[in-house]
């Protein structure tokens, strides 16, 4: 069945794909004479799309707008309803996984696409991508603690990044992967001999369904990360703050996730994945326990982290401890306040970034 995936399609657009889904059933399954009928039922008066097109030019704002929705109307029992794709232009199907339903404000440049990560029916977390990167500047998400163990998920990609008019759920990898797919976002291929792990914004363990952690797997939600960070400190840091969520929060735990390039310019895996720098997260824990330990008290309702990607880095944003043993070392993570990781976000990214809307107040 096919879909027309936006309101904001041209009404000529979905009679174009009203004529070829009508050219599929004249082959498969409906007769020529119920296909007649219904044709002139929906389209009435209008014999071609070109006309339609004319028409809609010589009519006012107000009939355009008329005219428009009750052609949608009339393909609704064809098309089995509008739906939206995951791909668009904000969060709007995804909102929730954002504190006050508002995603980070002041991220001003075009080149970011909004995905609404939908695995198995349901949206499970959002995601900023960077398509000439082909990987995301961030992905937020509800923390909730794993009920299971880290699934042996195979891994997915997102369809409408190379069809835009191709299923809303992401899907697992073909072999060989698509060209289509391969031009619009990163495969596994990519990191195969790349020296680099793939690196969760998202990770799998904090999740708490078998279906939400697998839906983690999918490449819009990973990035190049080294081994030293990922097994290493920024593990800890993960374990840390789901130990955070337990011990002293009584309501959700939402965090955004995400990354710093290089100053320098990009660093690619494979001349087509950029590679971060530094990986960074923060929390927003809007109501946790009255009696805080005072040592516990300026981890809340927010605080993030730094982590370093790169051992070679300068140690401006952060220190390395020299005494760490050598898997790790340089490979630290560096703790912080909200407003010290958004200023560094302003720094590297030249845009004044708010993560949580009213700081999570």
């Given at each position: 069945m096919y879909k027309c995936l936006s309101f904001h399609n041209s009404i000529s657009g979905c009679m174009t794909a009203f004529a070829r889904h009508e050219s599929h059933h004249v082959k498969t399954a409906l007769?020529?004479?119920?296909?007649?009928?219904?044709?002139?039922?929906?389209?009435?008066?209008?014999?071609?799309?070109?006309?339609?097109?004319?028409?809609?030019r010589r009519m006012s704002q107000r009939k355009t707008l008329q005219f428009s929705t009750g052609a949608l109307l009339l393909l609704l029992p064809w098309f089995g309803g509008l739906v939206i794709g995951e791909i668009s232009k904000d969060f709007s199907q995804c909102l929730d996984f954002f504190y006050n339903r508002t995603p980070p404000q002041g991220i001003t440049a075009e080149v970011y696409q909004p995905i609404c990560q939908r695995y198995k029916n349901q949206y499970r977390f959002a995601s900023l991508y960077q398509r000439q990167h082909r990987a995301p500047l961030y992905s937020a998400y509800i923390l909730s603690p794993a009920d299971g163990k880290r699934p042996n998920a195979t891994w997915m990609y997102e369809p409408q990044l190379a069809f835009s008019r191709a299923s809303p759920e992401m899907k697992s990898f073909f072999i060989p992967a698509d060209q289509n797919v391969i031009e619009s976002q990163a495969v596994r291929q990519d990191y195969k001999y790349s020296n680099y792990t793939k690196g969760h914004l998202n990770p799998s363990m904090h999740r708490k369904t078998k279906e939400d952690r697998e839906a983690t797997f999918t490449l819009t939600n990973i990035v190049p990360q080294r081994a030293g960070s990922n097994s290493g400190p920024w593990n800890s840091l993960e374990n840390d703050m789901l130990r955070k969520f337990k011990a002293f929060c009584?309501?959700?735990?939402?965090?955004?996730?995400?990354?710093?390039?290089?100053?320098?310019?990009?660093?690619?895996?494979?001349?087509?994945?950029?590679?971060?720098?530094?990986?960074?997260s923060a929390y927003c824990c809007p109501s946790y326990n009255d009696n805080l330990p005072e040592s516990m008290q300026p981890f809340f309702p927010t605080y993030a982290a730094v982590g370093r990607n790169d051992r070679n880095s300068g140690e401006e944003i952060v220190p390395v401890n020299p005494r760490a043993k050598a898997f790790v070392r340089g490979y630290d993570v560096?703790?912080?306040?909200?407003?010290?990781?958004?200023?560094?976000?302003?720094?590297?990214?030249?845009?004044?970034?708010?993560?949580?809307?009213?700081?999570?107040q």
């Amino acid at each position: 069945m096919y879909k027309c995936l936006s309101f904001h399609n041209s009404i000529s657009g979905c009679m174009t794909a009203f004529a070829r889904h009508e050219s599929h059933h004249v082959k498969t399954a409906l007769s020529d004479k119920l296909l007649c009928h219904q044709h002139k039922t929906l389209f009435g008066r209008v014999t071609s799309v070109r006309q339609l097109q004319v028409e809609e030019r010589r009519m006012s704002q107000r009939k355009t707008l008329q005219f428009s929705t009750g052609a949608l109307l009339l393909l609704l029992p064809w098309f089995g309803g509008l739906v939206i794709g995951e791909i668009s232009k904000d969060f709007s199907q995804c909102l929730d996984f954002f504190y006050n339903r508002t995603p980070p404000q002041g991220i001003t440049a075009e080149v970011y696409q909004p995905i609404c990560q939908r695995y198995k029916n349901q949206y499970r977390f959002a995601s900023l991508y960077q398509r000439q990167h082909r990987a995301p500047l961030y992905s937020a998400y509800i923390l909730s603690p794993a009920d299971g163990k880290r699934p042996n998920a195979t891994w997915m990609y997102e369809p409408q990044l190379a069809f835009s008019r191709a299923s809303p759920e992401m899907k697992s990898f073909f072999i060989p992967a698509d060209q289509n797919v391969i031009e619009s976002q990163a495969v596994r291929q990519d990191y195969k001999y790349s020296n680099y792990t793939k690196g969760h914004l998202n990770p799998s363990m904090h999740r708490k369904t078998k279906e939400d952690r697998e839906a983690t797997f999918t490449l819009t939600n990973i990035v190049p990360q080294r081994a030293g960070s990922n097994s290493g400190p920024w593990n800890s840091l993960e374990n840390d703050m789901l130990r955070k969520f337990k011990a002293f929060c009584r309501g959700p735990m939402y965090v955004i996730t995400g990354v710093l390039p290089y100053e320098s310019g990009a660093h690619w895996i494979n001349k087509r994945v950029s590679v971060p720098e530094y990986m960074w997260s923060a929390y927003c824990c809007p109501s946790y326990n009255d009696n805080l330990p005072e040592s516990m008290q300026p981890f809340f309702p927010t605080y993030a982290a730094v982590g370093r990607n790169d051992r070679n880095s300068g140690e401006e944003i952060v220190p390395v401890n020299p005494r760490a043993k050598a898997f790790v070392r340089g490979y630290d993570v560096r703790r912080m306040s909200l407003e010290t990781l958004e200023s560094i976000l302003a720094q590297r990214l030249a845009m004044s970034i708010s993560l949580f809307d009213g700081q999570c107040q």
